[in-house]
């Protein structure tokens, strides 16, 4: 089960800043209290949830929820439809489940190999070609392919390193090209999912810390996205995965993309948007967002979309996330020197204007190790006794939140 921590939002300079927002959400009753993993809408009014113990909701309106049977209470992780009537769902003890009518009825196998199996993700390209995906053992990832719409199963080639433990995340931009996200690694595969091969991904960060990868969105077989979390990474890549691009935009559980242009990245209790395809980023975070701990999300349009997460929260948007959007102070407006820093850190904000702000610092674990007021518009911060590496630095107030990551260097 994934844990909502800590946010830390890093800006990288090749993006503008994010402006502040009002944003619009409903929450919907779901009628339950397990915590819901995954959200998927096949058709504009027709959507489906999975979580915990064998939890699975349906709509046909979009806005009431009504449980569904598949009969087991193991844990569901993710779900997949190729329309409002053919889908899979996966879970816990190497569950998959097929339904071809809307969910009235399923057919139930546990999949299995030499140790215990559990699955975090599904995808299907037609009624037949599918993969699903997850971990064995809970320190080995694994993935299995089938081509006769699941009645028989052969166990895919995938490669095998110390940090491949689990796959969260399995997408098909095409029936041939597909990706899958695990521990600090991307996979493509060329062939239906049949043989795997590591992209150009391995992420070591600082501290020797791995990103936990969980989502992703494609536009093309060599256009797309991929998000995550622990050691933060937003990746873009336009070569099929040959290189890929860290926007360095904070750490997330789930991306997407209703239009070319219109795009949505939520997790650790923020939410941002793009409508400019992903050259700059909004953040229109409510603190409904920030109270509902959200796993998943899925629009339907560019201003239709859905949420779930902790507890059995489902929210929705009519209309982008947004009624309203007020200027934040720029980045510009905040001086951050030197950087990086050896004994001290000047904090800067000529037009603060009296209004006050609380400076906080976390270490690369996420962990606060300093915070103060700001209420001048300078502030001298001693950093002689931090230990040399990365930091982030954090500024918040009544009005915006920025995030910078600064370096101490001895």
Known sequence: MKKIVFFLLIFNFQFSI??????????????????LEEIFFPAPDTGYVVGEVGTILKTTDGTSW?????????????VFFLDSQNGFVVGDSGLFAKTTNGGSNWSVQFLTNINEINFFSVCFTDANNGCV??????????????????????????????????????????PDTGYALTRGFCM??????????????FLFANGNMFSLL?????????????????????????????????????????????????GYIVGWGNLIKTTDGGATWNNITSSLIQNSGLYSMDFTDENTGYACGQYGVIIKTTNGGITSTNELHTQNDFVVYPNPASE??????????GEKCEIEIFDVMGKKIYSTALATSKLTLQTSGFVSGMYFLKINSTKNILTEKIIIQK
Request: no cysteine; proline share 5%.
């Open 18 to 35: 994010f402006n502040s927002a009002i944003a619009q959400w409903t929450q919907l009753v779901s009628g339950t209290a397990n915590h």
């Open 66 to 78: 009504t449980p569904l049977t598949i009969g087991s209470n193991k844990n569901l992780r993710d």
């Open 133 to 174: 995906g997850g971990s064995e053992n809970f320190s080995s990832g694994i993935i299995f392919k089938t081509a006769d719409g699941g009645l028989s199963w052969n166990i895919a080639n995938t490669p095998s390193f110390v940090f491949d433990i689990n796959y969260k995340r399995i997408i098909f931009p095409t």
């Open 188 to 201: 493509k595969t060329i062939d239906a999912g049949s043989n795997w091969a590591l992209t150009d991904t």
């Open 214 to 262: 969980e989502d992703a969105y494609f536009f093309s077989p060599d256009t797309g996205y991929i998000v995550g979390w622990y050691s933060p990474f937003t990746g873009y890549t336009n070569n099929g995965g040959l290189n890929w691009s860290d926007y360095s935009l904070g750490q997330w559980f789930s991306i997407d993309f209703p239009s070319h242009q219109t």
């Open 344 to 353: 001290l850190l000047v904090i800067k904000n000529p037009i603060l204007n």
